[in-house]
């Protein structure tokens, strides 16, 4: 059970490094769309395939949100209760 | 080849570091070239980061590769995502740099540029950074929860709540502070607020084209956004020219206390797509441009430092404010050397999207880095100026009066000699007309780095250009921290309005939302607006008390770092959190305690609220007050500016207190007593 757990994670991880907005193997479009959604995330605003991916791997056949939900979502959650922000 | 690599570049980085100290220290009597400034604080930052926070790193913290962080945990593709590490970074540094280590640094230049820069490179190293970085580690190991709810798990529910309170009253004074900053920057100055009320229509188009057009396109919208913002630092100049539009734009400091209070209500409730959020990115898109462009122009323009090393006014009569060195240079700069306000975003959203533990180093430690570094290059645009100039432009009209000719005598009176031509010349090529008493940082840095940039991109022509864009881009992001901190300041009212009147901490019932948020604005409003019709120059006042909050905030958050290294049996290394703590507390208490109990009006806030209260009473109008009403007002705020202080000053001696206990606990336990998320709580566990 426990090293059921233990892959599950590992499984995860890949997925996340695959993802996470490094430069990313591929053509030069893959390229430029990986270094345009790593200066969105700089602005904090989250990356919309990763979601997808993220969505189809844990919660396979759900509904997903649309680009424009998601968008709207994302700076609803950031910025809704104000945020922290620095002297 | 790797291990040679090391072997020969950390003695060489060393090298170059000590060169740049000594031409700093032995350039006595000629000006010293601010690159070697400069320099001087890359190399301890590379020598800090690669050394230091490696022990942090390994020895203290035992940082942990394989051990899953809240982002691995709980990723959810929405909040909690392991990003990728130098894009994090990036979003850290833009969460935790603002206006606060561009103000301290340029109002402590007063002492001349060597203390200040002593204690930025000292207390980034030895405090802000090991906060930063700690506060970080401990949050990640806690699931990303916030400074107050882990006080509340390690340290009990009554220093929580008290921490909540504490930094409610610092949010306060810091809004206020930042606004008085953008009133002193933008009083009788036509261009300069026509282009900042330029950004609110260009924010709302921008909004609408992120929500409307092209949902998440960030980019795309900031970039017309820059180009317009450009185009309305051009319009400016012709507006400040018009004999028609100039009067419109051309306000009192009153107009415009009472203008950003009516628009940080207005601001604070509408949806934030519609203003926040595209202001924010725009301000992050001129921050982190503004801040590359700055390193590069001073480094390709080499210009001397006109301030010299030390100046007369350590002994504590400066003019921009007064106090001693010890302890008021670590007060005034906060943010830069050590800043209580990054532990709320080390706990913030920092913690949820950090993707392996091993990052936490170059995040937390490194962002702080970089912050002193924006702290030094501010230090270093003050300094480029004539000390003239510099004494101009932040001593108040109390001290030098209203005319050129009047302060230049004040002034070469002190030993920087200035002719009123040489004012009125510089206010001309800023395209301002006049650049006295404009404390509060923002306009003198503008100055400096316009001089920096014109050298660099278009001459002397460029000046006003690169001045008001200057004052643009520190203006934009206060007011998005003025919009997004009243918020804040709004959600904390409800709730804890709502442990008195539950339906008050309702976040969906809209009278209870307009009356948190008319609270909030009311609060700061009032320290703003004290602020700004003080004869005494209000920033010399605020800017202290906000330093002594912060700091104080800090002291908090490692007093929280240091009874978690205890908890976790770490007790060998607890210095490294327990020399900063107990810095801070020594210097903040020091100045908490000054600024309430010293003789000296100058200084005291119950002397000179005595002084005034008396000579109210005897019928007599003390300058620069112009009537008994002026008299007792001056007098009530300095007794609640002694408030606040006393209030800061007995958190931090509580939570000192609260802290102790904890630790004596922990230290009779035979195991560790930190409460962290176990290594093994897997992602199933903890979805369940």
Redesign the interface.
Known sequence: M?AA??D??MA??EV??SA???PAQGGFRERARSL?S???????????E??LA??AQ?HPGAPVLT??D?????????????????? | MNRLVSFLLWPAIAIIGAFSFAALALGRGESVNAVWLVTAALSVYLIAYRFYSKFIADKVLQVDPSRPTPAVRHNDGLDYVPTNKWVLYGHHFAAIAGAGPLVGPVLAAQMGFLPGTLWILAGVVVAGAVQDFIVLFVSVRRDGKSLGEMIKMELGPIPGSLALVGVLAIMIIILAVLALVVVKALTASPWGLFTIFATIPIALLMGCYMRFIRPGHVGEASAFGVALLLLSIVLGRAVAESPSWAPLFTLSGEQLAWALIIYGAIAASLPVWLMLAPRDYLSTFLKIGTIVALAIGIYYVAPKLAMPATTRFLDGTGPVFSGKLFPFLFITIACGAVSGFHSLISSGTTPKMIENESHMRLIGFGGMLAESFVAVMALTAACVLDPGIYFAMNAPTAIIGTTAANAAQVISGWGFTITPDMITQTAKDIGETSILSRAGGAPTLAVGMAQILGQALGGKAMEAFWYHFAILFEALFILTAVDAGTRVGRFMIQDMLGHVYKPLGNTEYLPANLLGTGLCVGLWGYFLYQGVVDPLGGINTLWQLFGVGNQMLAGIALLLCTSVLVKMKRQRYVWVTLVPTAWLLITTLTAGVQKIFDPDPKIGFLSLARKFSDAAAQGTVLAPAKSIAEMQRVAFNNYLDAVVCAFFVVLVVAMCIFAVKVCMQALKQANPTAQEIPPLAGTQGALA
């Open positions: 426990k757990t233990e599950d994670r995860e991880l996340n490094h996470s907005g490094a345009c790593a200066c969105r995330q700089v602005f904090g605003m989250p990356d919309y990763r979601y993220h969505a844990r680009p424009s998601f968008f709207v979502q994302a700076i609803e959650r950031k910025y809704g209760k104000g945020g922290a922000r620095c002297c």
